[in-house]
Antibody, heavy 117, light 107 residues
Framework: EVQLVQSGAEVKKPGESLKISCKDSAYTFASYWIAWVRQMPGKGLEWMGNIYPGDSDTRYSPSFQGLVTISADKSISTAYLQWSSLKASDTAMYYC??????????WGQGTLVTVSS | DIQMTQSPSSLSASVGDRVTITCRASQSIANYLNWYQQKSGKAPKLLIYSTSNLQSGVPSRFSGSGSGTDFTLTISSLQPEDFATYYCQQTHRTPRTFGPGTKVDLK
């Protein structure tokens, strides 16, 4: 069964960079889309973007375009979400999810990112 | 972007109740509408995809319907494990926007 394992919680200062990961334990990583979803404290789900590891086709929400980078390394079945300069407003839980273009049926456990001076 | 709204934003219900949650899109999304359940402190779980297709392993008391701009999630007989927040999501266009959620709690 597919299992997505995300990297652990992070505590960072404003202005620092960060790269979090999402590793697929199955052998089908390159054949499915990986999405990243943000959930700010006490708030709803926000779709940030997704990537197809097979050819690195990447789509971003306009709300996150230019603020984050989504990437994937299919040789190690891992997707990434990275920031070059964090803000306090980036404090949130970030989920990766795997599936098809139209829906995502497997989710990681989430990575909590806290940005505070 | 396609805007998604849900109603109600919250509801209180009892075990055994029939519960209906509505999701509306700001423009037609054909049948590209998914429903997710999220319990407190947990990752979302896919319940229904493409309006009415029950995800494997999801109990048959969950059902979805609709088309175009108006969609419905129905729980035919609410169970204790169903108390959670429910989100709709459109996947007709990028960005794949979510609704604001509907919290279902115990009356």
């Amino acid at each position: 069964e597919v299992q997505l394992v995300q990297s652990g919680a992070e505590v960072k200062k404003p202005g620092e960079s960060l790269k979090i990961s999402c590793k697929d334990s199955a052998y089908t990583f390159a054949s499915y889309w990986i999405a990243w979803v943000r959930q700010m404290p006490g708030k709803g789900l926000e779709w940030m973007g997704n990537i197809y590891p097979g050819d690195s086709d990447t789509r971003y929400s306009p709300s996150f375009q230019g603020l984050v980078t989504i990437s994937a390394d299919k040789s190690i079945s891992t997707a990434y979400l990275q920031w070059s300069s964090l803000k306090a407003s980036d404090t949130a839980m970030y989920y990766c999810a795997q599936g098809f273009q139209r829906y995502f049926d497997f989710w990681g456990q989430g990575t909590l990112v806290t940005v505070s001076s | 972007d396609i805007q998604m709204t849900q109603s109600p934003s919250s509801l209180s219900a009892s075990v055994g109740d029939r519960v209906t949650i509505t999701c509306r899109a700001s423009q037609s999304i054909a049948n590209y509408l998914n429903w997710y359940q999220q319990k407190s402190g947990k990752a979302p779980k896919l319940l229904i995809y493409s309006t009415s297709n029950l995800q494997s392993g999801v109990p048959s008391r969950f059902s979805g319907s609709g088309s175009g701009t108006d969609f419905t999630l129905t729980i035919s007989s609410l169970q204790p494990e169903d108390f959670a927040t429910y989100y709709c999501q459109q996947t007709h266009r990028t960005p794949r926007t979510f609704g604001p959620g509907t919290k279902v709690d115990l009356k």
